[in-house]
C-alpha cells in the first residue's frame, strides 16, 4: 500500500495529510478499520465482486487477394495488319471462356517424317510375309521330278491314249451277250487329255440285260467297265491303288490271284453273292505295263437256278485287257 513515510522510528501522524488511499485499502463499510482488509482479486469466495473474463479477441489469418481475372481474348478475324512489319506475328486464339492459353507445341520435326518411315517398314514386311507365303505353298507342291522314275521319264512308255476318241472302242462289249441278250444302252465313255502332269486317263460302261429262264420276275444283267489310267510325274501307278483296294479284303465269297502273261504284273478277284432268288459274280482283272495300268470288271447277274461260271466269265475279262493294251500301244 502507499502512504507518507513518517520517518525512522516515529509514529504516524494522523493530522498530516495522507495520500489518496486505494481501493483495495479501504475497508468496507460496516466493518472494523482496525483489521486487515483483504485482496478480494486474490480470494475467489465473492465472484460477483470481480468483473467477467473476457477472452482475448481471435486473430484471423490475413486475408488473401487474389489477382483480377483475365479478360477474354477477341476472337480471331483474320489477319491483322501491324505498323512497320511485313508480317504479322503468329495470332494467338482465345478459347471458349475467355482463358487465354499458349498455342501447343508444334510436332517434332521426326514425327511425320517417322510415320513415313514407318510405313515404309510395315509395307516391307508385309512384302516380305508374302514372299515366305509363296515360297512355302510353291514348297508343298510336288516337284515334276518326283515320283515314279524320279523324272518326268515316267510318263513316257510304251502306250499313248493319243489316237483314242472313244474309250469304249478298247474293248467289246458285246462279249456280255453270253449271259444277257439286249443291250441296256448306249455305252458310257470318258477321255480324260494327259498334261504335263498327268497321263491321262479313259472310262467306259457297257451293259446287256434280258428275262430269266428260271423267275419270270427276274431280269438278268451283265455289266463291263473298262478303267485305264496312265502314269504321271508323280505318285504311283493306279494299278497299285486297285490292287490293294480290291484284294486288301478277304472273306467268304471273296477269292484273288495273280495273273501272268499279261503285263509286267497283274492280278485277278472274285466276288460271289448269293440271294435267294438270284446269284451276283463280280470278276476284275488288273494289270500295269509300262506307262499304263487297265482295269477290266465284268458283273453277271442270274436268276435263281441259272448257273454262271467263274473261268468262263475271267477268260472274257483277260481278253478284254489285252485288247484294250493292244489299242494303246504305240505303233
Known amino acids: 500500500m502507499t502512504s507518507s513515510n513518517p520517518g525512522s522510528g516515529g509514529p504516524q501522524d494522523p493530522a ?30 465473492n465472484a460477483g465482486a470481480v468483473p467477467p473474463y473476457t477472452p482475448p479477441a481471435q486473430q484471423l489469418p490475413p486475408q488473401q487477394t487474389y489477382p483480377p481475372m483475365p479478360q477474354a481474348q477477341p476472337a480471331y478475324t483474320g489477319q491483322q495488319a501491324y505498323p512497320n512489319q511485313q508480317y504479322a506475328p503468329e495470332q494467338q486464339y482465345a478459347p471458349a471462356g475467355g482463358y487465354n492459353y499458349p498455342a501447343p507445341p508444334p510436332p517434332s520435326g521426326g514425327g511425320k517424317a517417322g510415320w513415313i518411315i514407318g510405313g515404309v517398314i510395315g509395307l516391307v514386311v508385309l512384302a516380305g510375309i508374302g514372299i515366305g507365303a509363296v515360297a512355302l505353298s510353291q514348297d508343298d507342291k510336288p516337284s515334276i521330278t518326283a515320283g515314279l522314275g524320279g523324272d518326268k521319264e515316267a510318263m513316257d512308255g510304251n502306250y499313248s491314249m493319243e489316237k483314242v476318241t472313244n474309250a469304249c472302242s478298247l474293248i467289246d462289249p458285246s462279249v456280255l ?3 444277257a441278250s439286249t443291250s441296256s444302252g448306249t455305252p458310257e465313255h470318258s477321255e480324260t487329255q494327259p498334261t504335263d502332269y498327268s497321263g491321262g486317263s479313259l472310262n467306259c460302261q457297257a451293259g446287256y440285260e434280258s428275262q430269266s429262264t428260271t423267275n419270270k420276275y427276274h431280269t438278268n444283267e451283265a455289266d463291263i467297265t473298262l478303267e485305264v489310267a496312265f502314269n504321271s510325274a508323280y505318285g504311283d501307278p493306279s494299278y497299285k491303288n486297285w490292287k490293294q483296294y480290291d484284294t486288301g479284303t478277304t472273306g467268304s465269297g471273296l477269292s484273288s490271284g495273280d495273273v ?17 432268288s438270284f446269284t451276283v459274280l463280280d470278276y476284275t482283272v488288273a494289270v500295269r505295263d509300262s506307262n499304263v495300268s487297265v482295269k477290266v470288271e465284268i458283273s453277271v447277274d442270274r436268276g435263281e437256278g441259272e448257273t454262271v461260271s467263274k473261268e468262263e466269265v475271267a477268260q472274257v475279262a483277260k481278253a478284254q485287257v489285252q485288247k484294250a493294251l493292244d489299242g494303246l500301244r504305240k505303233k
Open 16 to 45: 498530516e495529510h495522507q495520500e489518496t488511499a486505494q481501493w483495495w485499502s479501504t475497508p468496507p463499510a460496516g466493518t472494523d478499520s482496525s483489521q486487515p482488509v483483504a485482496d478480494p482479486t486474490m480470494l475467489n469466495y
Open 177 to 179: 451277250t453270253k449271259w
Open 260 to 276: 501272268t502273261g499279261i503285263g509286267e504284273e497283274g492280278y485277278w478277284h472274285a466276288e460271289v453273292r448269293d440271294y435267294s
